[in-house]
C-alpha cells in the first residue's frame, strides 16, 4: 500500500474514533439532562406549602368523587421551579376557613376533610406522564416550568364521617397531615393509602372513620348505600373489607406506636 494512501486510511480511522467519542460524550450529556418535569438542580426549590405561602403557586385538589381526586399546581411566577410535595396530605374545605369555623379535625363546613395518597413511582397521570424524582416512602419532587400548570391523580378518603360527601363544586386547600390532626395512625395509613392507592382505598375509608372519627367497627358494618328508583339498600363496606380494614387499623396504630417509640429514644 502506498505510503499516501495508508496515512489517508489512519486519518480516516482516527476521525471515526474522534467522532464516534464525540459522540458517546454528547450521548452521555444528554442522557445527564434532567428530563421535563423532573428535578434540575439549577432551579430553585421549594415546598408545596412555601410556594402556597408566598403566592408563587396556586395548588388545588379537586375531589372527583369520595375515592379519586386530581391535583392541580399552577406557576405564577416567571422562572422555572423545582416543586417539593409530600406522598400525604390533608385537604381541607376553603369555605370552612371563609366561614371562621376553626381549624383542625371535625371543625369544616361544606364538606369533609379529605385524606390524600400518591405514589408518586406509579402515578402514570402526572402531566402527560412526566416523571417525579422520589425517595421511597418520601416526598416527590417535580419541576414546573414559567407560568405552566402540572396535574395528577391520587386516591383520597373521607376523614370526618357525617358531614357531606366531596363534590367538583367545595374548593379544597392542601396542609400537611400533621397539621390536621396529632394522630400518628391516621398519618400511617395515608401512607397505606399513597403505597397501594385504589387497590386498597374501600379498606382504607373504613379504617379512616374508625381512627379519625372512632366509628366502631358495628357502626360501619351497618352502613348503608342508598340509591334512587326503587333499588334496594346496599351495605357500605363487605364483610370481607371490615375484616381487611380492622387488621389494617392494627398494623398502622402498631407502626405509629413504635414510631413514636423510637422517636422518644433518639431524642434521650
Given at each position: 500500500m502506498r505510503y499516501d494512501v495508508l496515512l489517508r486510511s489512519r486519518a480516516a480511522r482516527h476521525i471515526a474514533a474522534a467522532a464516534l467519542l464525540v459522540g458517546l460524550c454528547v450521548s452521555h450529556v444528554r442522557a445527564e439532562r434532567p428530563r421535563p418535569g423532573q428535578y434540575n438542580p439549577?432551579?430553585?426549590t421549594v415546598t408545596v406549602f412555601q410556594g402556597m405561602a408566598s403566592g408563587e403557586l396556586d395548588v388545588r385538589l379537586i375531589a372527583g368523587d369520595e375515592t379519586k381526586g386530581r391535583i392541580i399546581v399552577r406557576s405564577l411566577v416567571k422562572e422555572p421551579l423545582n416543586v417539593v410535595l409530600p406522598e400525604t396530605l390533608v385537604g381541607k374545605p376553603v369555605l370552612a376557613q371563609l366561614l371562621g369555623q376553626g381549624q383542625?379535625?371535625?371543625?369544616?363546613q361544606g364538606g369533609q376533610a379529605l385524606g390524600v395518597g400518591q405514589n408518586f413511582g406509579q402515578n402514570q397521570n402526572f402531566g402527560q406522564n412526566l416523571n417525579f424524582g422520589q425517595n421511597a416512602n418520601g416526598p416527590g419532587i417535580f419541576n414546573i416550568p414559567p407560568e405552566k400548570v402540572r396535574?395528577?391523580?391520587?386516591?383520597?378518603?373521607?376523614?370526618e364521617h357525617g358531614k357531606p360527601s366531596p363534590s367538583k363544586t367545595v374548593r379544597y386547600t392542601l396542609v400537611p397531615v400533621d397539621e390536621y390532626t396529632s394522630d400518628p395512625a391516621v398519618g400511617a395509613l395515608l401512607e397505606m393509602l399513597a403505597q397501594h392507592g385504589a387497590?386498597?382505598?374501600p379498606v382504607a375509608q373504613a379504617a379512616a372513620w374508625h381512627l379519625a372519627n372512632d366509628k366502631s367497627w358495628r357502626e360501619l358494618a351497618a352502613m348503608k348505600r342508598?340509591?334512587?328508583g326503587g333499588r334496594p339498600d346496599e351495605p357500605y363496606f363487605t364483610r370481607?373489607?371490615?375484616r381487611e380494614a380492622r387488621k389494617l387499623a392494627e398494623h398502622v396504630s402498631q407502626e405509629a406506636a413504635e414510631r413514636s417509640t423510637q422517636q422518644s429514644l433518639s431524642r434521650r
Open positions: 439549577e432551579h430553585r383542625g379535625q371535625g371543625q369544616g396535574h395528577w391523580d391520587v386516591s383520597l378518603v373521607c376523614l387497590k386498597l382505598q342508598t340509591f334512587l370481607g373489607q371490615l
